[in-house]
């Protein structure tokens, strides 16, 4: 099983530099790509339903901001977004997809160094 995970920093951005193409190319059973930073109406029909592939995606509620997606060529048994938790569900970072011998979590965990105000927000997010 090919696997690849991917910080993409901007699903948009990529997409012009020829994203469909490789992903065509090195074509993994499953690809979970992180900071996408787009909600899906922003999205094009080609992206949201490559040839091969399932796609399942968890936005931010705010726009250009965090959001992670799984591209997969086996459609899982099961399919949750979020963790259940309403601070951290609506920055779309988690996605958790069942398989028969597995489950994936996709995770964009929150930046936040020491003396950032976000430093509370990561630590309780790990810690759920």
């Known amino acids: 099983m090919k696997l690849i995970s991917w910080n993409v920093n901007g699903i948009r951005a990529i997409l012009k530099k020829g994203f469909l193409e490789w992903l065509h190319q090195e074509s993994p059973d499953i690809l979970g ?32 901001y965090s959001g992670v997606a799984v591209f997969s060529k086996k459609e899982p048994l099961a399919v949750q977004e979020g963790l259940g938790i309403p601070e951290f569900d609506t920055e779309g970072r988690t996605l958790m ?19 950032n105000r976000r430093v509370p927000f990561k630590m309780a997010f790990y810690e759920a």
């Open 33 to 64: 790509i992180q900071e996408t930073k787009a909600q899906t109406d922003q999205l094009t029909f080609d992206i949201l339903h490559p040839n091969g592939y399932h796609t399942y995606w968890s936005s931010a509620e705010r726009k250009g």
């Open 97 to 115: 997809l069942e398989y028969d011998d597995f489950i994936l979590f996709n995770v964009y965990f929150p930046n936040g160094s020491s003396g």
